[in-house]
């Protein structure tokens, strides 16, 4: 473990060239103060948060210093919003502070979210505020609990710099971890700019220190092309079995390396909608969540396209063939898991497909209805204390049929139960309770957030919380609509 001033730092983004980032420093906060370090992220990474001391970190954070050996820079990228193609954009609240490499011989970008202007700010204030940090740092945390491919967030500060929004808020920041912030858009960036060049240059920056298993192969561009493909299906394919909506799959928000990336609108689904729209300015219901699936491979095209110089399009065309093989695999994969069934039948996904039309037409809670499913057997599914869950009639009809291929698997029932419960979720990150964490945290209480990550980062076992976070949200607490706002 080495403390924040011994890391190897490294600046490998910037040297790609100036045409990529702006060299900006932060724009120091007023009255910051430490909202929460994830010390638990900070040991997976070799550092060792507990020697840099709360006052530094608040200096880290707020931009009042930083160390010598960083160079703070603005990203440069474009990207198709809404399916309409925008030139003007880039880190406009956000900067690369730095890169380092860990003993394990990984690279990861420190980016701070909410560091103030940049020269893509396009005049807007550059700030983030406490109620979106709060919210991009516990998902952050619920996602990498339940194994889905996401950024991660180490620390979080809050400030008495006013920020107007819909209303006056308090400015925040977060310090964001990933491999690299490389997006669908950097691509486009280049491509639309004429800059075919660095195009390639980009590319092999990537093969060189995310995918080095493909520096030798033939065709290196085509199988770059065909990794990120699948690595956008595995995520989407995640996205769609634990009931995520993201709400803004601009191709500008799209990871090059198949994380879950700017986090703004999202929720996951109470009662299970599968036309659920999460961002109320989705007016065409672009981003409803049937719809991700789609939209992924729309933005892999865009991708192909910026890629066409490095590529030959029947390359990109088979590629872009393969996902939907691809994200149907692995959906089909982790639905089978969460339903109990540990072989593979050709009449499995009918029998999933019908228990989700089922809570659907019956409005019943994704979640807390598998997690039931995961905690009860054949002898107890017409329990009186399950009317609200799986004691309805046409459910019933369906747990018969679902109770004989479960055998077909397991001879002690116990056995499918013990295995739903290690990736059914007893907890999930709610908007609504997603805002009482961000409410305490607005009046400087932040014991519920500490809680709220020791939960999510086992969220399939029994904590010591408050009970209503493992049940369903009461009628006006569902399907909550968000803006982009941060």
């Known amino acids: ?21 702006s060299r900006v420093n932060p724009t120091p906060l007023s009255d910051p103060y430490l909202i929460h370090t994830n010390h638990r992220l900070a040991t997976q990474l070799g550092i060792d948060i507990e020697s840099v001391g709360d006052e530094i970190l608040i200096q880290l954070l707020s931009g009042q210093g930083i160390l010598e050996s960083w160079s703070p820079i603005a990203m440069k990228y474009t990207g198709h919003q809404f399916g309409q193609y925008n030139p003007d954009l880039g880190d406009g609240r956000g900067l690369l502070l730095t890169e380092f490499i860990n003993d ?39 996602m990498d609990g339940l194994s889905i491919p996401t950024t991660q967030a180490l620390a979080i500060s809050g400030a008495s710099t006013p920020v107007r929004r819909e209303e006056i808020e308090s400015a925040a920041t977060l310090l964001r971890i990933a491999p690299s912030h490389v997006r669908f858009g950097h691509f486009e960036y280049l491509f639309y700019s004429g800059q075919h060049s660095e195009i390639k240059a980009l590319a092999d920056y990537i093969i060189l220190w995310h995918m080095p298993e493909l520096k030798d192969s033939e065709d290196k561009y085509a199988a770059f092309f065909q990794q990120v493909t699948k690595r956008t299906a595995s995520m989407i394919a995640h996205w769609q079995a634990y009931g995520f909506c993201h709400g803004v799959m601009n191709t500008d928000n799209m990871s090059i390396l198949g994380l879950t990336f700017d986090y703004g609108p999202f929720a996951f689904l109470d009662t299970y909608l599968s036309k659920h729209i999460c961002n109320h300015s989705d007016y065409s219901g672009r981003y409803a969540f ?16 910026a890629l066409s110089s490095l590529i030959d399009s029947k390359e990109i065309e088979a590629s872009l063939q393969e996902y939907a093989t691809h994200i149907q695999a692995e959906y089909r994969r982790l639905m089978r898991a969460r339903f109990g069934l540990d072989s593979v039948h050709e009449s499995d996904p009918e029998l999933i497909n019908s228990c ?4 659907e037409k019956l409005g019943l809670d994704f979640h807390f209805t598998l997690r039931v499913l995961s905690e009860t057997g054949p002898d107890n599914w017409t329990d009186t204390e399950l009317d609200s869950t799986l004691n309805k009639p046409e459910f019933i009809a369906w747990l018969r049929e679902y109770e004989k291929r479960i055998a077909l698997d397991y001879s002690h029932d116990q056995e499918r139960q013990n295995a739903m419960q290690g990736v059914n979720p007893k907890y999930i990150l709610r908007t609504h309770l997603a805002q009482e964490a961000i409410e305490q945290v607005e009046n400087g209480e932040f014991e519920l957030l500490e809680t709220w990550l020791t939960v999510l980062a086992n969220p399939f076992i029994e ?24």
């Open 1 to 21: 473990m080495k403390s924040l001033d011994q890391l190897d730092y490294c600046h490998t983004y910037a040297d790609l060239g100036s045409s990529l980032s």
């Open 104 to 142: 394990d011989g990984e690279k990861w970008d420190f980016h701070l979210k909410g560091s103030g202007q940049t020269p893509y700010s396009r005049g807007a204030d550059g700030r983030a505020v406490i109620r979106s940090s709060v919210r991009e740092y516990l998902i952050s945390a619920a």
């Open 290 to 305: 049937h719809q991700q699936p789609g939209i992924g491979q729309w933005n892999l095209s865009a991708l192909g396209y």
């Open 356 to 359: 989700l039309e089922l809570m």
């Open 463 to 486: 904590h010591a919380c408050p009970s209503h976070w493992s049940l369903p949200p009461s009628n006006d607490q569902k399907g909550i609509c968000l803006s982009c706002s941060s």
